[in-house]
């Protein structure tokens, strides 16, 4: 499948999964700063992806807001991404409530993968 985050339960560091990595699966653990938004062919950072680098091989998975095969841990990624870092459309700023965050992604999972793609409570 991928390389993913696959538990959330420390702000500081999070729990990583290649599952198809040649070899057998594998993880580790990464600062979630190392999550960094895909650059655009112009160089921007474009906020609809994240990309998330395996901490044990360095192969990397590109995943969209929406989630794509995971949405509920890739919805929570973001949501968490925003929270910290602001997004770099310029709409949400880190110093901004975490409330605005969710409202934030959740507009982009709409906008990419429509209203009844959004997996979070």
Request: proline residues 7%.
């Amino acid at each position: 499948m991928s390389v993913f985050v696959s538990d959330f339960t420390s702000s500081s560091v999070w729990e990583v999964t290649h599952d198809d990595a040649p070899g057998g699966a594998h993880g580790g653990t990464i600062d979630p700063a190392t999550v960094v938004h895909l650059s655009g062919l112009d160089g921007t950072p474009d906020h609809n992806f994240l990309v998330v680098t395996c901490p044990v091989c360095g192969s990397a998975s590109t995943h969209p807001a929406g989630g794509g095969a995971q949405p509920q841990s890739v919805q929570q990624m973001f949501v968490n991404h925003v929270d910290a870092n602001g997004c770099p459309c310029g709409q949400i700023a880190a110093t901004d409530a975490s409330a605005l965050g969710e409202s934030h992604v959740r507009l982009l999972v709409n906008r990419q993968d429509g209203p009844g793609r959004w997996q979070l409570a």
